[in-house]
C-alpha cells in the first residue's frame, strides 16, 4: 500500500497500520525511510516560519535554512534513534519482549504518519506567527504523534506474545 495512503488509514487505526508494517517482515531500510522522510517534512515545516524570523527580525535566511537543515535532516535522526533505543531497554526493563527493530518501527511510523499536522504547524507559524493558535496546533501534534506511537507500540507488544 502507498505511503500517503497508510497515513490516511493511520488516522482511523494506527495499531493496524503498524501491525501490516511489522507482519511484512523486518527491513531496516524501511525504517530508515520513515523516519528520513519525517525529517525532510520537518525541514520543509520550518521553511515558512524561518522566512518570517529572517523577514521581520533582518536576518539571513540562508543561515537560518541552513543551521534548520544541519539539525533537522543530520542530528535528528540520530536523536530518533537514540529515543527508540531508549523505549526498547525500557519495555525490556518492564518484562516486554519487544525488538529494537518493531521499537523503531512503531516511533518513526508515529512520526511520519502524524506529518501532516507537522506542516500545518509550520504554516501557522510562518502565517500567523507565535501565539495561542500555534500552540493548539503544536499540542495537537503532539497529542496525534503519542496516540500513533502508543498504538503502534502496544502493536509491537502483542507481535511478539
Known amino acids: 500500500m502507498p505511503v500517503t495512503t497508510d497515513i490516511v488509514a493511520s488516522y482511523r487505526g494506527p495499531g493496524r497500520v503498524v501491525r501490516r508494517l511489522l507482519d511484512m517482515g523486518p527491513r531496516e531500510d524501511r525504517a530508515l525511510a520513515f523516519v528520513m522522510a519525517f525529517c525532510v517534512i520537518g525541514f520543509i515545516a ?5 522566512a518570517r524570523r529572517a523577514h521581520l527580525e533582518g536576518l539571513d535566511l540562508n543561515m537560518l535554512m541552513g543551521g534548520a537543515l544541519l539539525g533537522s535532516v543530520f ?3 540520530l ?10 531497554l525500557i519495555s525490556r526493563m518492564f518484562g516486554g519482549a519487544t525488538t529494537s527493530y ?9 512520526l511520519l504518519a502524524s506529518s ?4 500545518l504547524n509550520g504554516l501557522v507559524a510562518g502565517f500567523i506567527g ?8 503544536g499540542a495537537l501534534w503532539v497529542a496525534v504523534f503519542v496516540w500513533f506511537w502508543f498504538s503502534g507500540f502496544s502493536q509491537t507488544r502483542r507481535a511478539r506474545a
Open 46 to 50: 520550518q521553511l515558512p516560519g524561518l
Open 75 to 77: 542530528i535528528l535522526p
Open 79 to 88: 536523536l530518533f534513534y537514540v529515543l527508540a533505543w531508549g523505549t526498547h
Open 102 to 110: 518493531q521499537a523503531r518501527l512503531a516511533l518513526f511510523w508515529a
Open 116 to 119: 501532516p499536522l507537522v506542516l
Open 130 to 137: 507565535p501565539g495561542p493558535v500555534q500552540t493548539l496546533t
